[in-house]
């Protein structure tokens, strides 16, 4: 629904804006923005690859990880995914690839020493619910839209002043308002990514997934990166949109999680959960304001949320 909404406000925006302006080239625009987005869908996993410097694996190397993602593909009835580690300390994981049948799980090194057999296995359940999702062409769909009024307000402020001075002036309102309208659009994209991670959460339970070791896997996760310094999360900036959690915001959210841990036992048991579940959350409005511009779901709320799955 999403895709539909910003794909029609933008069709709106540019006859718009082509009228007003007198031309009809706009749309000029879109195919060069498909065209570049495209291009980057596809090689895409390549980007990934090297950003993390994953290395992808045989069942002989990591025969645990191999079992578990395996049922979880054919629990979920998608391809086998293949399986890919990377060396990385920071303690996450991550889905990509470009279709079903291109699909790519992979684990960090940080990750596979910090959590059970359960709570691993409801990670990659979320992971395998991102592939079963098509996530990533989703997101990518829904990125083409503030990528296109990106691009005509660039060219309207900076090189549209030409034809007189009304013109030069209803040019710059113009492109005043395509950047206006970039940040709402960016908005909306970053709120769709917050909703694929709700539902790839609810895909694991789908997938058998007790709620309680995806949350106690989520609270290491957050507990594991709020340990990692600064300069190791700067090499993952640009690809923490697929971590399962966003390792930029673990210190402020490990505060916030450090309550439900009542007997400080380092994870999340069915009893806290539960208790959870019975109790009201509310944010700050500083967190409020900063989930906006997050592709990840504030974690008290994703916790929350799972709490809400146990079966009565």
């Known amino acids: 629904m999403l895709v539909a909404l910003m794909f029609a406000f933008l069709y709106m925006i540019i006859s718009l804006f082509a009228y007003a302006m007198g031309v009809a080239n706009l749309s000029v625009y879109f195919i060069i923005t498909l065209m570049v ?18 290395r992808y694996v045989n069942p002989q190397e990591y025969p645990q990880l191999f079992e578990i993602v395996r049922g979880l593909a054919e629990a979920a009835k998608i391809p086998m995914p293949r399986i890919a580690v990377s060396p990385l300390g920071i303690p996450n994981a991550f889905a990509y690839g470009r ?11 940080g990750l596979l ?16 619910s991102h592939i079963k999702n098509r996530d990533v062409l989703t997101i990518t769909l829904l990125s083409v839209v503030p990528l296109i009024l990106w691009r005509i307000s660039f ?14 002036q209803n040019t710059v309102l113009f492109g ?11 908005l909306i994209v970053l709120y769709g990514s917050r909703i694929r991670e709700y539902f790839a959460d609810r895909g694991s339970v789908v997938l ?22 600064r300069e190791q999360l700067r090499q993952v900036e640009g690809v923490k949109a697929f971590f399962a959690s966003d390792p930029s915001r673990a210190g402020v959210e490990l505060r916030e999680l450090r309550h439900i841990d009542q007997d400080l036992s380092g994870d999340i ?5 539960e208790m959870l579940r019975t109790r009201n959350v509310r944010l700050k409005g500083a967190d409020k304001f900063f989930e906006l511009f997050s592709t990840h779901p504030n ?3 994703r916790i929350k949320k799972l709490s809400t799955y146990i079966k009565a």
């Open 113 to 128: 020493g910090l959590l059970t057999q359960n709570e691993l296995r409801a990670v990659l359940g979320h992971e395998i």
């Open 176 to 186: 005043l308002a395509s950047l206006v309208l970039y940040f709402i659009t960016n």
């Open 99 to 109: 279709w079903l049948s291109d699909g790519r799980v992979c684990v960090t090194q």
């Open 208 to 229: 058998g997934n007790h709620p309680q070791y995806l949350a106690s896997a989520l609270y290491k996760l957050v507990y594991g990166n709020a340990r990692i310094p």
């Open 269 to 273: 048991d069915a009893r806290e959960l």
């Open 155 to 168: 060219h309207l402020l900076f090189f549209g002043g030409r034809g007189g001075r009304r013109n030069a």
């Open 299 to 301: 974690m008290l709320k």
């Open 37 to 54: 987005m495209g291009i980057q869908y596809m090689i895409g996993p390549k980007i990934v690859e090297w950003s993390m410097r994953v």
